[in-house]
């Protein structure tokens, strides 16, 4: 167990839907990320926060959000959702830049 | 810019063969991390080691083993006496050590491990 908590394990959504997708990192970790996993691009990196603020930016649509809250735990939201956005989205948490991640067991998203 | 590149998509073997799994990286940076995982069938991604990139001492952890190679940008891993348990996607993955930058991954390696 990573100690990453993700919720829900599983959401079946419709196209043009909107979904928030919940984090909570490992106890003391004030770094979050959340990556997309897919068959054809593998692991993408899609955005990082720090201890409330962000951080990094990766390969996130516009059409896709995440905050990180006073708690330390983040939400992802994914809005007018497309059949591409199905995939497998984790979480991950590590003490500071460059620590291992310890990532959560994912959320499997299949927009339908 | 950063790149890790597994070549090796799939590799099968049978049970007590040893293996290596591939990685190269591409970097201009002195100083960066790297980093192997697994995610078996059940889709956790599980930390296995970190390097930095001024230690190339090669580690050893049971049957794992790692090799890495400054002077060919390769961070290696070998499975000795492989196990069905073995049975994974392995990662190999890149970090800078700059803020504003995250955790780089190649594609990943599917290792089957035959009785």
């Known amino acids: 167990d990573s100690g990453v908590t993700q919720t829900p394990k599983h959401l079946i959504t419709a196209t043009g839907q909107r979904v928030t997708l919940r984090c909570s990192p490992r106890s003391g970790d004030l770094s979050v990320y959340w990556y997309q996993q897919s068959l054809d691009q593998g692991l993408q990196f899609l955005i990082q926060y720090y201890n409330g603020e962000e951080r990094a930016k990766g390969n996130i649509l516009e059409r896709f959000s995440a905050q990180q809250f006073p708690d330390l735990h983040s939400e992802l939201n994914l809005s007018s959702l497309e059949l591409g956005d199905s995939a497998l989205y984790f979480c991950?948490?590590?003490?500071?830049?460059?620590?291992?991640?310890?990532f959560g067991n994912g959320t499997r998203l299949t927009v339908t | 810019a950063q790149k890790v590149t597994q070549a090796q998509t799939e590799i099968s073997v049978v049970e007590k063969e040893d293996v290596t799994l591939d990685c190269v990286y591409e970097t201009r940076d002195t100083t960066y991390y790297l980093f192997w995982y697994k995610q078996p069938p059940s889709g956790e991604l599980v930390f296995l080691i970190r390097r930095n990139s001024f230690d190339e001492q090669n580690e050893i952890s049971g049957r794992y083993s790692w090799n890495f190679q400054k002077s060919t940008s390769s961070f290696n891993f070998t499975i000795t006496a492989s196990q069905v348990v073995d049975s994974a996607v392995y990662f190999c993955?890149?970090?800078?050590?700059?803020?504003?930058?995250?955790?780089?991954f190649g594609k990943g390696t599917t290792l089957s491990v035959s009785s």
């Open positions: 993955a890149l970090s800078l050590n700059q803020a504003g930058t995250a955790l780089i």
């Open positions: 991950a948490s590590s003490v500071e830049v460059n620590s291992p991640l310890h």
